[in-house]
């Protein structure tokens, strides 16, 4: 899992990947963003063909706002530097392999 810490690496690692990325906003005081961290954990082990990623929206609340986070946890699945696909709140393991695919 690839924890983002700076604009410049996300830029990088998420923006400019060669292959899908999903992205947890999440924030370490968020309840659901708790429920939902070993689900990705374990998604994260079973990748193959996509990375996730994950954005503390109170360390890069400019990142937050670029794309429009409002609620967490939001979970952004990005593609050839654009943003593909979007799911807000705590969420089931079967809509986020559906947003990845």
Known sequence: MIIIKTQEQFD???LKA?????????ADWCGPCKALAPLLAELDQEA????IAKV???NLPELAQQYR???IPTILVFQGGECTARNVGL???E???KLIQ
């Open 48 to 51: 193959e063909d996509y990375s």
């Open 56 to 58: 503390n929206v109170d």
């Open 12 to 14: 990088l690692e998420v």
């Open 69 to 71: 986070v409002a609620s």
């Open 18 to 26: 060669d292959r899908p990325v999903m992205v947890d906003f999440y």
């Open 91 to 93: 969420t089931s393991r």
């Open 95 to 97: 809509e986020l392999v």
